[in-house]
């Protein structure tokens, strides 16, 4: 089995992706393109629509500071308006992106209950394999939730980058290049610092998973074998033996709460409020900056035009400081997402060697340690000294 990618953002996660995506999506002409296509469509007209929303904002307030009735309520309808276009896009963009998870499901489900089933893979997988020991968590949560992580993070991605790229245009012709600019170094210098800190999530991810995969696997194996425990007197044993592996899933799931904990609150200080100050320092631009005489000629004796400029200025800096901020914390989606990965690979590199007729099974020694993993023709010595008398014995 390829080493290395257990939940890291690498390049074997990058290798691994890749091939999943190829499954989720067999060609441009599935339904899973047609989804994206559209997806994309929703999300460039999302963003002008804001960026027509953040015009009729300052119009708004203009109309208010000159004490203009007719042009407020011109705006306002104007506002109620707005409601029937953004509301549709919005609910059309949270449809497609659920029907693409919804897709990726179905196809990476298809694709192994066609492995599994086949040439009793299963039976294979569960008794000459030891390298996955709960295949139904793998085939069931891991997959859906692979899928809904794929789809979450093309939405919290590509949205992000569109308005990035819009905003950034509108609010340079605004204000001048200098405000993008600064925001864009602000973040910049905010992801490097949290990409140091910010411990491997991906990995955590697969921990958890594998975990509640052998604890669902334990009470799998009290209801398959329940006659037995109840003849043999072992109800204590099996219950000592699901509350212990609950205690390790338990710690395990306060560990990673306690580091997003931290995580939180640095991202808050960086991307949240550190960028407060960069915003203010840009919506003054244009009173105190480089081009202040040009723009206080063109407005002239109109003052409300200021107040105007404020608003469309504000509400264009925070959509763009909320696109690059997402930018900045959607390495933990892809750390997420790179957890789920080397989950799911691992399942279809198990399968694929099943269909070569390799299969590795790790024997137990006395002491309760692993041994070295058996393959195809190996023979496996014995592990325990009764088993070595056994043998004399028959000699």
Not at 216 to 240: S, T, V
């Amino acid at each position: 089995m390829n080493k290395g990618g257990k939940g890291n953002v690498d390049k074997v996660f990058w290798e691994r992706i890749k091939i999943l995506v190829k499954i989720a999506v067999p060609s441009w002409r599935s339904k899973e393109a047609f989804y994206l296509v559209a997806l994309s469509g929703l999300l460039v007209v999302r963003t002008y629509l804001s960026i027509w929303l953040a015009d009729v904002n300052g119009a708004i307030v203009k109309a208010i500071v000159s004490r203009d009735f007719n042009q407020f309520m011109k705006r306002v309808f104007a506002l109620m308006l707005f409601a029937i276009p953004s509301s549709s896009v919005n609910s059309a963009m949270d449809f497609f992106a659920k029907m693409l998870s919804v897709s990726f499901r179905e196809r990476l489900t298809a694709y192994f209950n066609q492995k599994y089933m086949n040439n009793m893979f299963y039976y294979k997988m569960c008794n000459l394999d030891s390298r996955i020991g709960n295949p139904d968590q793998r085939l069931t949560q891991d997959v859906d939730k692979w899928s809904q992580a794929l789809a979450s993070l093309y939405l919290n991605f590509t949205k992000p980058v569109l308005d990035i790229i819009l905003f950034s245009k509108k609010l340079a012709a605004l204000v001048g290049y200098e405000g993008p600019a600064m925001i864009f170094g602000w973040y910049f210098i905010s992801g490097v610092i949290i990409r140091f800190i910010s411990p491997p999530f991906g990995k955590l991810t697969a921990v958890e998973q594998k975990l509640e995969g052998e604890y669902r696997q334990k009470h799998n194996a009290i209801l398959g074998h329940c006659e037995e425990i109840a003849f043999y007197n072992g109800p204590d044993w099996e219950r000592m033996k699901i509350e212990k592996k609950f205690m390790e899933l338990y710690k395990h799931i306060l560990y990673v709460l306690y580091r997003r904990f931290l995580m939180g609150i640095y991202d808050s200080m960086l991307v949240k409020y550190g960028a407060f100050v960069v915003g203010y320092a840009i919506l003054g631009l244009p009173v105190f900056g480089p081009r202040k005489e040009e723009y206080l000629k063109s407005i002239g004796s109109d003052e409300s035009k200021i107040t105007k400029d404020y608003v469309r200025n504000t509400s264009l800096l925070i959509n763009l400081a909320k696109a690059i901020g997402r930018i900045v914390v959607s390495y933990k989606d892809v750390q997420a997402l790179a957890g789920y990965t080397s989950l799911i690979y691992e399942m279809k590199e198990v399968l694929d060697d099943l269909e070569t007729g390799k299969y590795k099974r790790v024997m137990v020694t006395q002491s309760g340690e692993e041994g070295k993993a058996l393959e195809p023709g190996a023979v496996a010595k014995p592990q325990s000294k009764y088993m070595d008398n056994s043998l004399a014995n028959q000699g």
